[in-house]
């Protein structure tokens, strides 16, 4: 099968499965396990933060993130489609007691004047307060878009004048990176915390890590042990995220080009709704013409063709490129395509 779902389908590589093998463990809620504490030194240098802290997923993560930085009742300012919002079953409301509001956008990417109108900052007593400002990059529901960066800068700029911390669910910040030839560091500095996957394009198989301050990373570790994740002897995992940081972090533009291929091919479907010119990274969005009977039909017999993607919403479709996918596998999908549209 040529599974465009997710990056996350992605297998560890033969060097992920040796350095799991011989990893040097500990436990670590006693602090005591060196890999851990390597990968989370690597993590931190890798964003520019002063500390990291490697969690099973990201969604542990944003999770910590929002507890963090908000009290009960406080809102958070993100994008309406998030990941936040639309993938992670309310967590900011279960765990954090805190509200969302959402801001409309074309692409997921928040404006920055939308976001100062937006945070309630010195308001009445009676009123909630922004704890928080979310912002998702690359961001999935728009198609792997990209942020300016001075976009992000003054997403920042406005946040901190009213007192605002700035989250990032950065999960594919290094594509992120890729797409504009910058270090994901320079991209981190617009926000005081940052979360990103090692088990997306990096080929991870299991975890993320957590970015920012000592201080919040410490905040960070308390409320992982409340949500179940002291994960002992860790080691083991993390042994494959640093390989993953170290070696598959500058293979990722082979994806990005592989997307490209892709969605040029698939805008030769008009039916498909491809737009090339908004593919920035290793995400493909179709929206077939006929809507959501359309969409669900052509999930089942790109199946049976051999080809897996994902019914991203009921009227649209995601495929994504990783490192299994390459140019016969881009042609392939594409044969799968003008078949299944052609009948």
Not at 60 to 83: F, I, S
Not at 143 to 155: D, K, M, N, R, W
Not at 248 to 254: D, F, G, K, S
Not at 271 to 277: E, M, Q, R, T, W
């Amino acid at each position: 099968m040529i599974d465009l779902r997710s990056d996350t389908v992605t297998l560890p590589t033969d060097a992920m499965r040796a350095a799991m093998a011989r990893a040097e463990v500990g436990d670590d809620v006693y602090l005591e396990d060196p890999t851990v504490n390597r990968l989370q030194e690597a993590a931190a240098a890798a964003v520019g933060k002063d500390a990291a802290l490697f969690v099973p997923s990201g969604t542990m993560g944003n999770l910590l993130a929002v507890k963090c930085h908000t009290q009960p009742g406080d809102e958070v300012v993100l994008e309406r489609h998030a990941h936040l919002v639309l993938f992670e079953m309310g967590g900011m409301a279960w765990f954090s007691g805190a509200l969302p509001q959402p801001l409309e956008t074309v692409d997921g990417i928040l404006d920055p004047e939308a976001v100062r109108a937006g945070i309630r900052h010195q308001v009445p007593y009676y009123q909630a307060r922004t704890g928080l400002v979310c912002v998702e990059n690359t961001h999935n529901y728009g198609g792997g878009s990209v942020y300016p960066l001075e976009t992000l800068a003054a997403i920042h700029q406005a946040a901190s004048a009213c007192e605002t911390p700035v989250h990032m669910d950065g999960a594919r910040i290094f594509n992120a990176a890729a797409a504009q030839g910058v270090s994901a560091a320079e991209i981190a500095r617009h926000a005081d915390s940052v979360m990103f996957a090692f088990s997306k394009g990096l080929s991870a198989p299991v975890g993320s890590a957590l970015c920012g301050t000592r201080e919040f990373v410490e905040r960070a570790r308390r409320v992982r042990r409340v949500v179940g994740g002291g994960m002992r002897q860790a080691g083991v995992l993390a042994a494959a995220a640093l390989v993953a940081l170290e070696q598959m972090v500058e293979r990722l533009a082979e994806d990005h080009a592989a997307a490209r291929r892709l969605a040029e091919g698939l805008a030769e479907i008009p039916s498909l709704g491809v737009d090339p010119a908004r593919v920035q990274t290793n995400i493909v969005v179709g929206r077939p013409a006929g809507g959501a009977p359309e969409c669900a039909r052509l999930v089942l017999e790109l199946k049976q063709r051999g080809v897996l993607v994902s019914q991203l919403t009921p009227d649209s479709v995601r495929l994504v490129t990783h490192r299994h996918i390459g140019y016969n596998e881009v042609d392939s999908t594409l044969a799968a395509f003008r078949a299944v549209t052609a009948a």
